[in-house]
């Protein structure tokens, strides 16, 4: 299930036409083969939810129980597909709707360049053409792939010589562990430069940073560090981080990617972010507690970390530094 992201103006909508129009920006690629209720009018604004048209009653439900937790009282159903798949996924998700107790302000279909209404019969096979909300979402700096694959290539790793660079680099990173202080300084040192205007670091220096980050409290260090005020720029650092990371270190960062995907709003680069770092740790903590907040619905600004460095420190009982304040030993926890 993906959901809208946030951060930018809102998009004006007027009609069906422009509604079809926005829902890529909204999700930050072009639906195929899906069904996507989009809230409006809730206390948090507009909010779009996706789910494959292979959905089932059970998925329907937890789609209607989401969007009614988060106070939407009328939803906008947009199918992609052909009729005999799009038919049967809005029937499931319309009878899902109705027993919560959520409007239908409209229901549509999108195929092979246009659009039909289920709710008015007058709007048949009407073509796409361009409109003003495009021009709204590139002002506001929105960005639609074209599809969820290319979403998904958008958080992999990049391909030689680039891979054979970070495999060097982190084996040399991996032979040569950091004491803990060294560890923490070094995350300390890496998060103060992000959003700073200082060049992203380079192959050695990720290799360094990622294998550390292999240590949970150092992987805190840098999430406690995280500044939601500025999520743009801690999005393009953690990206930039997970596609040069060697595929044993990359959990960390991956979920790191998608705790500041998830504050912004941005559903769809989380769950992809979360499944880079299942592929590499199924059993990966932070990973399953991630997930299982966007599933349930916990809304982005309950997620923020309230915790601050000196609180980290104290929560791991970390000793001082006899030369200057940093631990000299770490704790880690699950």
Known sequence: MDETRGGAAPLVIRGPAELIAAIPYMLGYHPAMSVVGIGIDGPG??????????????????????????????????????????????DLTCAALAEAGIDIGDALRVHDGGFWSYLDRRIADVPLRPTTVEVQAVVNGLVALPSREELTASV?????????????????????????????????????????????????EIAR???????????DE??????????????????????????AYRPAPACLLAYCAFLSGDGALANVALDVAEEADPAYTLGDLLRQMMEVGVHPSAV?????????ARAYADPPDPGGGDPDSLTTKQ
């Open 222 to 247: 840098a999430w406690v560090r995280i500044d939601p005020q500025d999520l743009y720029a801690q999005r393009e650092f953690w990206l930039h981080v997970l596609r040069r990371t060697a595929r």
């Open 45 to 90: 604004g507009a909010c779009a939810v996706r789910l494959g048209l292979d959905v089932t009653a059970d998925a329907a439900a937890h789609l209607a129980a989401l969007l009614g937790a988060h106070g939407f009282t009328e939803v906008m159903l947009v199918c992609y597909g052909p009729p005999e798949a799009a038919d049967p996924a809005m």
């Open 304 to 312: 923020r970390m309230r915790m601050t460095p000196e609180d980290l």
């Open 156 to 204: 992999a790793p990049l391909p030689d010589p680039v891979a054979a660079a970070v495999a060097r680099e982190t084996a040399r990173a991996a032979r040569l562990p950091l004491d803990p202080t060294a560890g923490l300084r070094l995350v300390r040192e890496v998060m103060a430069g992000v959003g700073s205007g200082r060049p992203p670091p380079d192959l050695p």
């Open 209 to 219: 940073f990622t294998v550390a980050l292999g240590a949970v409290r150092l992987r």
